[in-house]
């Protein structure tokens, strides 16, 4: 069991740790968004130059590793998930030589470095599709890419009626170099992010190239943007997207492989040679993937002879309950040692609705918009509310509970942090920070909410920047203004608002994750009956017991010293919606 805290290592044990080729099995990810951290230079972007500068800040906190959304260069299309160079740095956030030095700064707290990559598509800024667009029908600037001829008398139709997932068809029709009418280009997600097509050699030489590059400046290890697409089988004749939905499991998607562009088995061959590049480093550079797929396939993902490690999305999308918390951490912890891997745990990230929002709405969708969980469309259970119809509603106030949101928050957190596995934290969260909704349309970024109107309200909202303290132009975050509008209440969730405030959401973290440091032990997680059935108790090896108590009314702890708490105890009981770690003296 190690005892020593992040902040107090000393070299010999910092360089022991960076050493440990299993480092990520239990680490705790900080997942930072670049343009919403730390603004540097004033430009009311965050920058490299900031994260750089908040290292001590990251090393207070206790993480083990931070993630990092794209840095590189991009029109932000979508959030730089549209990527013009995948070797290079966005020259509004920096330069190489300032990734170097975050990169040494981060190393030398102690603390790894995840990128992500983004394969599945580029931007339509990058050379290869520039160069795609100035090419013949059939060139093999066009095959670096998916092209296809369109349907009608005389192609006006696209290949297939499929739709993209940010709205409107997932094709886009171009003009050929002699001004016709030309061959339509597929884009799962905007318009100005062309997929690759995978099956081109070209293709797979240069991601190896690219993961050797950023393996070689230092980066530990990869996250991987939609790990389930990239590979396709888009032979004639295409199936009509009724027949795709017919055949889906709801919202999880096929269980063979055999949809057309998500999830294919062939992906994983991709993922073969990966492995193979980062077992070249030692320590081997670590990899998860970002797969939404049925849980029966997310093995494959997780393979020690693949990526590694995969996210398990499966409490991010439940409700705040007892039975469906139990249910989703035995299943995954029984896959985990099925595949080798270990597990992984989530709560908030750039994609989803903050977590202290989720739970301070109605279980299972807004009473204003209706259900907007993410059902099966099969007629199976609902997934968990996920606050895209209370947004869509106009946020109506009287809805949102949130002081009820915060304290379940705290108490889902606390929870994580006691699993076997890694925990992967979103920016802010250890703030307590809640979705922002109050974002005038005219100042939203999101292509999903542009081109899905009346369907998608975007992300923007998980994306305001940070407040670091409680006055200024931007709340901290920089000498100008924030690239999103931060709400006043901002105030009073700033970081040196809380720092050294006990009972803080930030503090309640920092003590939280030293203490897992200290208690971090074997793999193993046991169950212990309560009798109640709105109270999970667990236990793992050396004494370490969490217990949380979903319902309303006060319950007995087991014996021992409660060392941390989401919340007071009351008359030394857990009140509601609180967890409590105790470390029995035994």
């Known amino acids: 069991m190690s005892t020593t805290p992040l902040a107090t290592l000393t070299d010999a044990q910092r360089s022991a740790r960076m050493a440990d080729p299993k480092w990520w099995r239990q680490a705790a990810v900080y997942q930072i968004y670049p343009r919403s951290f730390y603004d540097a230079n004033g430009d009311g972007l965050g920058d490299l130059k900031g994260i750089t500068a908040k290292v001590p800040y990251l090393q207070e906190l206790g993480i083990d590793a931070v993630w990092l959304s794209p840095f590189y260069p991009s029109a932000l299309a979508d959030g730089g998930y549209d990527v013009d160079d995948y070797r290079n740095v966005d020259p509004k956030l920096g330069t190489l030589e300032d990734f170097d030095e975050m990169a040494a700064t ?38 670096r890419y998916i092209f296809r001829d369109g349907r009608g008398e005389n192609g006006e139709l696209p290949p297939s009626d499929w739709d993209s997932v940010f709205g409107g068809p997932i094709w886009e029709r171009i003009t050929e170099p002699d001004g016709t009418p030309g061959q339509w280009y597929m884009h799962i997600f905007a318009k100005e992010q062309p997929d690759f097509n995978w099956e081109n050699p070209e293709i797979r030489e240069d991601f190896l190239k690219t ?104 409490l991010l999308q439940s409700d705040f309950d007892a039975s469906s918390f139990r249910k989703i951490i035995t299943d995954n912890l029984v896959a985990a040692k099925e595949s080798g891997a270990s597990s992984t745990w989530v709560f908030s990230n750039h ?62 957190t606390l929870l994580l942090l006691a699993l076997p596995g890694s925990a992967y934290l979103y920016q802010g969260e250890e703030l307590g920070l809640r979705e922002v909704a109050e974002i005038p349309d005219s100042e939203r970024q999101d292509p999903s909410f542009f081109r899905n109107k009346g369907v998608e309200i975007g992300r923007d909202g998980c994306r305001v920047p940070l407040p670091w303290t409680p006055d200024g132009s931007s709340f901290g975050f920089g000498a100008g203004s924030a690239h999103l509008p931060q709400p006043a209440w901002f105030a009073d969730y700033a970081v040196s608002t809380q720092e050294g405030v006990e009972g803080s959401t930030l503090e309640l973290y920092r003590k939280a994750l030293r203490l897992r440091s200290e208690l971090q032990t074997d793999e193993e997680l046991e169950w ?27 319950v007995d702890l087991p014996e021992g010293e409660v060392v941390v708490s989401s919340g007071p105890l009351s008359d030394g009981k857990l009140p509601a919606d609180t967890t409590a770690w105790i470390v029995s003296k035994a």
């Open 106 to 143: 981060l190393h030398a707290a102690g603390i790894k470095l995840v990128v992500d990559i983004v394969p599945n598509h580029s931007s339509d800024r990058h050379e290869w599709f520039k160069e795609a667009l100035a090419s013949p029908k059939g060139s093999a600037a066009r095959d």
């Open 211 to 314: 993961l050797r590059f950023w393996s070689d400046r230092g980066v530990d290890g990869f996250r991987i943007d939609v790990a389930h697409g990239m590979a396709k089988d888009l032979s004639e004749p295409m199936p009509m997207k009724a027949d795709l939905e017919a055949r889906a499991h709801g919202t999880d998607g096929f269980t063979d492989g055999s949809h057309p562009f998500w999830d294919r088995d062939e992906v994983h061959e991709v993922y073969a040679e990966w492995r193979k590049l980062f077992n070249e480093y030692n320590p081997p550079r670590t990899a998860v993937a970002e797969a939404w797929v049925h849980e029966s396939r997310r093995a494959r993902y997780a393979s020690p002879e693949g990526l590694g490690q995969a996210f398990n999305f499966d």
């Open 351 to 412: 994609d989803v609705v903050r977590h202290a929002t989720r739970y301070g709405l109605p279980k299972g969708g807004s009473t204003a918009q209706g259900t907007n969980a993410a059902q099966d469309v099969t007629g199976g259970e609902p997934k968990g509310q996920d606050g895209k119809g209370w947004l869509l509603a106009g946020a109506p106030a009287e809805e949102l509970d949130v002081e009820l949101g915060l304290r379940r928050a705290r108490a889902a």
């Open 528 to 554: 212990v009956e309560t009798g109640n059935h709105d109270v999970l108790h667990f236990s793992r090896p050396g004494g370490w017991h969490t217990v949380t108590n979903f319902g309303s009314d006060p």
